[in-house]
């Protein structure tokens, strides 16, 4: 395999997001000990990314939203407080991972723990782990744009425009290398189906997103619609349907499995096909109507979006489905000294995180080599043919082959550095169950410390099903 001839030059960095991806980026690049100026930039005032809750959702809510080029949500702004970017975490929410599995590779949750952390148990864990490198964020700090020239070496240089949101001041800024690690659960994805935007038009209180969801009670005794069936659909609506008319609908495109539609109480439909003004319906795949609805609530994901990236071309994104130009997932490749963690979805994000941290931090520092452009564009290109619209949705289990296949390479190669996680063969079972573990914590009332409380106790012949199971992929570089 090939590699980049160029050596970097990489002594300024900026990390935008001091979400889970951010920090961790920050805590590897530190120990590579040759770069000699980090900065965070993040526009809300603590760090927590996405589990940094708001009781408060945002006011703002474009039906349909299918354009990776919409405006971002504009900020809430309590008074006497600095600016608020509310995020998608509601009430009660609990994660859908097991803590073991779930935690960085330095920092395990407390042992008295449930087994699926609480949202705020989550938001105080990250508070605590950012403590050590607190000093490098700049808070309530708004990256406008990011813009790429080359200096007289012909070296990438990236100037950053970032606005400090209480003062106003707007300051420009050279970096080597950038770290975009500004998460991907803010710009909502809500389906163009056919008459909704005449139907949000005459009936505006109805067709909501699970962005904007916090807790159950709206929906108290009203006839309700839930459009998805991933984590968060499954969590909304056996909430809502605890109060709404029964049954709650739960409107798929791919059957939900039955023990989960048995705990939602919740009644499976087809995709919505129609909006009907004038009876305040749908129509379903199939034919059926449903008229006098009171909700809809779209569990339909988000888009990619880069709005502070729009200078690059060809462009990062079209529809907000994918990133283009990127080698496994992570590297612009045709400049390398910017970077996406956290794009894949179905994974573990904390010590994925950390895994491709451990990549990007050696590679500035001149210890890994990229390969050719020509052969990262090559590996982007066959990956399209391979993976299709849903590109960044990872396989059951690709992420445990991902980060131990990692590990194993940068522990063989010797270089300097934070040592990425290692998951064992317990770990890995617990990645194969977690999906039914967590549904067994919810129906025992959330307050199991262990999975051995739910039914679920790790035997080392386990150790097979890790390995069969874990889908072989080419991770290194």
């Known amino acids: 395999m090939g590699s980049q001839e160029t050596r970097f030059n990489v002594k300024k960095i900026a990390i935008i997001g001091a979400g889970p991806s951010g920090l961790a980026a920050a805590k590897y690049l530190i120990a590579q000990k040759v770069f000699e100026d980090i900065v965070i930039y993040e526009r809300q005032d603590e760090v927590g990314g996405a589990w940094y809750y708001s009781r408060e959702p945002t006011h703002t809510l474009h039906v349909p939203q299918v354009s990776a080029d919409c405006p971002s949500d504009p900020p809430l702004h309590p008074e006497g407080k600095p600016p608020v970017f509310p995020s998608p975490m509601y009430e009660v929410l609990h994660t859908n991972i097991p803590r073991h599995l779930m935690q960085f590779s330095d920092k395990p949750f407390p042992e008295d723990s449930l087994i699926f952390p609480s949202r705020e148990l989550v938001q105080q864990y990250l508070v605590e782990y950012a403590k050590d490198i607190r000093h490098l964020v700049k808070f309530s700090t708004l990256i406008q744009d990011v813009r790429l020239r080359q200096d007289s070496d012909g070296r990438d240089q990236w100037d950053v425009d970032a606005l400090a949101l209480e003062t106003g001041e707007v300051t420009t800024t050279t970096y080597d290398a950038v770290v975009v690690a500004s998460g991907h659960y803010y710009t909502t994805y809500l389906p163009d189906v056919k008459n909704i935007a005449e139907f949000h038009k005459a009936h505006p209180d109805v067709i909501t997103h699970s962005k904007l969801y916090r807790t159950p009670e709206p929906f108290a005794n009203k006839k309700v619609i839930v459009v998805g069936n991933s984590a968060s659909g499954i969590d909304v ?82 529809d907000g489905r994918r990133v283009y130009g990127l080698y496994k997932d992570l590297i612009y490749i045709d ?143």
């Open 237 to 318: 609506a056996a909430q809502i349907s605890r109060v709404s008319q029964q049954p709650l609908l739960l409107s798929v495109h791919s059957a939900t499995p039955p023990a989960h539609l048995e705990w939602i109480r919740a009644e499976e439909v087809p995709a919505i096909e129609e909006f009907l003004v004038e009876e305040r319906g749908v129509r379903f795949v199939g034919g059926r109507v449903e008229k006098d609805v009171d909700a809809v609530v779209y569990a339909t994901g988000y888009l990619f979006t880069f709005p502070f990236l729009k200078s690059l071309q060809p462009p990062l994104v079209n």
């Open 335 to 477: 400049h390398p000294t910017l970077v996406f963690p956290g794009l894949p979805i179905k994974v573990v994000p904390f010590p994925f995180t950390e895994s491709q941290a451990a990549i990007f931090s050696r590679t500035w520092a001149n210890l890994l080599p990229l390969p050719s452009v020509e052969e990262m564009k090559k590996w982007e290109d066959e990956e399209a043919e391979k993976r299709g619209h849903a590109f960044h949705v990872w396989p059951k289990l690709g992420d445990a082959n991902f980060i131990n296949a990692v590990h194993d390479w940068i522990k063989q190669s010797g270089t300097e550095g934070k040592e990425p996680p290692y998951w064992t063969d317990e770990l890995i079972w617990q990645r194969g169950i977690f999906f039914e573990a967590k549904l067994q914590f919810e129906i025992d009332g959330q307050k199991a410390n262990s999975l051995e409380e739910l039914g679920f106790r790790y035997e080392p012949e386990d150790k097979e099903f890790a390995k069969t199971t874990t889908t072989p992929t080419d991770t290194l570089l």
